[in-house]
């Protein structure tokens, strides 16, 4: 890989605001190299610059990073796809519930205080927290990505006519 991909991998890898040097030192590039590359990320929209106690910092666009998952599945699944894993995830859900007794996992955060529990139960409800997280964040997005799908198939359509379909 060149620099600048390792620059790229690097910032793929991100999970919270990192200055310029230690996305250089990971990258194995030098700081100029990487404040080049990440400046030209930042133009693309793929970073945001920040400031992490005063030293110029990147962090991915979780902007765009949730237009790119949605575009990948999309892209990846068909409708009926989408809608059997929506299902799917809603019987995960569901199953939590019951074997927990609760509808909610705020319920089921409020039971982790209110009860007598031993440290490995708390490990295993600690788990099971965010093991529902997990189910939820993917829900969300399965749901998204039916609200957008036709919208995004559409686009990525080769276009017989110069007419734009979205007013």
């Known amino acids: 890989m060149s620099g ?40 693309d929209d793929w970073v945001t610059e920040t400031t992490v106690d005063g030293t110029k910092a990147y962090d991915l666009n979780p902007v765009r990073m949730l237009f790119d998952e949605l575009t990948d599945l999309i892209e990846e699944h068909s409708r009926d796809e989408l809608e059997n894993r929506l299902t799917e995830l809603k019987e995960e859900q569901e199953e939590l519930a019951a074997e927990y007794d609760v509808s909610s996992l705020d319920e089921f955060r409020e039971r982790l205080v209110e009860d007598e529990l ?50």
Do not use: F, M
């Open 118 to 167: 031993s440290a490995k139960e708390l490990r295993e409800r600690r788990n099971v927290i965010a093991t529902w997280e997990a189910i939820n964040t993917e829900l969300g997005l399965v749901k998204h990505a039916l609200q957008l799908y036709r919208d995004v198939v559409e686009l990525s359509s080769p276009r017989t006519d110069s007419h734009s379909t979205l007013a």
């Open 4 to 43: 600048r991909e390792r620059v790229r991998h690097v910032v793929e890898l991100l999970e919270e605001p990192t200055p310029v040097q230690d996305i250089a030192d990971r990258a194995d590039v030098s700081r100029a190299t990487a404040d080049d590359e990440l400046q030209r990320l930042q133009s």
